[in-house]
């Protein structure tokens, strides 16, 4: 098959299976995985709003949310330039270039990329790994995605907290074992957790992620959606998941 756009050595093009959406990936550096995926459904989009999605990798959540939603825009911002340019390169091969805009942009200085309260949602998958040691000289590509060595989880809030507009929405993936540093860290920046849903690998087992609304300057009362279980028993998805994939 021939692309319009370059596809590099060690690339590969992979089907999102909505509207014929495809996106590139390096093995060598990182792909999405299905927390990317299952945010992109979680995340609630009205007509017409303005959409930021921070740490944006492959770019992989605007591609999705812009077959899935009627926002009018969506922004993303990655610090690691060929990432990037990659993420740039899947927009273009999708046409989407008038709907989704890449930056290279280190979300720590946000307020030199946006103006504030320029966005009615924040999305945003961040690095879940907050642990030290011989990491912190570690600065490979899926080092920078997975820990948080080039940005926190204060920054991801506080970055969210400057782009919301009063009511705006912030979505976000994380692991359940940094809830509570998560919820204090929203309500340090009056971001107001509304949404709770814990992530299951099967029925039986302990969550693996959670996913986390958060709405700017809301009013204190947060609801536990059933829990997203991803497998049925033979390994097989489960009808839920097949829907967030497929549909």
Same mark, same amino acid.
């Given at each position: 098959?021939?692309?319009?756009?370059?596809?590099?050595?060690?690339?590969?093009?992979?089907?999102?299976?909505?509207?014929?959406?495809?996106?590139?990936?390096?093995?060598?550096?990182?792909?999405?995985?299905?927390?990317?995926?299952?945010?992109?459904?979680?995340?609630?989009?009205?007509?017409?709003?303005?959409?930021?999605?921070?740490?944006?990798?492959?770019?992989?959540?605007?591609?999705?949310?812009?077959?899935?939603?009627?926002?009018?825009?969506?922004?993303?911002?990655?610090?690691?330039?060929?990432?990037?340019?990659?993420?740039?390169?899947?927009?273009?091969?999708?046409?989407?270039?008038?709907?989704?805009?890449?930056?290279?942009? @280190? *979300?720590?200085?946000?307020?030199?990329? +946006? !103006?504030?309260?320029?966005?009615?949602?924040?999305? =945003?998958?961040?690095? &879940?790994?907050?642990?030290?040691?011989?990491?912190?000289?570690?600065?490979?590509?899926?080092?920078?995605?997975?820990?948080?060595?080039?940005?926190?989880?204060?920054?991801?809030?506080?970055?969210?907290?400057?782009?919301?507009?009063?009511?705006?929405?912030?979505?976000?993936?994380?692991?359940?074992?940094?809830?509570? @540093? *998560?919820?204090?860290?929203?309500?340090? +920046? !009056?971001?107001?957790?509304?949404?709770?849903?814990? =992530?299951?690998?099967? &029925?039986?087992?302990?969550?693996?992620?959670?996913?986390?609304?958060?709405?700017?300057?809301?009013?204190?009362?947060?609801?536990?959606?059933?829990?997203?279980?991803?497998?049925?028993?033979?390994?097989?998805?489960?009808?839920?998941?097949?829907?967030?994939?497929?549909?």
């Amino acid at each position: 098959m021939e692309y319009s756009v370059e596809i590099k050595e060690y690339e590969r093009v992979d089907d999102l299976h909505r509207n014929g959406y495809m996106i590139i990936q390096d093995p060598k550096r990182f792909c999405f995985g299905i927390d990317a995926v299952i945010l992109s459904d979680f995340a609630k989009v009205k007509k017409g709003d303005r959409v930021i999605d921070l740490c944006t990798g492959t770019g992989i959540i605007p591609i999705l949310m812009e077959a899935k939603t009627k926002a009018s825009s969506f922004n993303a911002v990655e610090i690691q330039p060929e990432s990037a340019e990659m993420a740039e390169r899947s927009v273009r091969l999708n046409g989407l270039q008038d709907k989704i805009t890449i930056n290279v942009g @280190d *979300i720590k200085n946000i307020d030199e990329l +946006y !103006k504030p309260s320029s966005f009615e949602v924040v999305t =945003v998958n961040p690095p &879940y790994m907050n642990e030290g040691g011989g990491l912190q000289n570690d600065f490979s590509p899926k080092t920078i995605a997975r820990h948080e060595v080039l940005c926190t989880l204060e920054d991801v809030v506080y970055a969210s907290a400057r782009l919301l507009v009063t009511q705006g929405r912030l979505y976000m993936v994380h692991r359940p074992h940094r809830l509570a @540093d *998560i919820i204090v860290t929203l309500r340090k +920046y !009056k971001l107001e957790p509304k949404t709770l849903r814990f =992530v299951h690998s099967y &029925y039986d087992r302990e969550p693996t992620m959670v996913l986390i609304e958060a709405v700017k300057n809301g009013r204190p009362m947060t609801k536990v959606m059933a829990p997203l279980i991803v497998y049925n028993k033979d390994g097989s998805y489960t009808e839920e998941i097949h829907r967030i994939y497929y549909e």
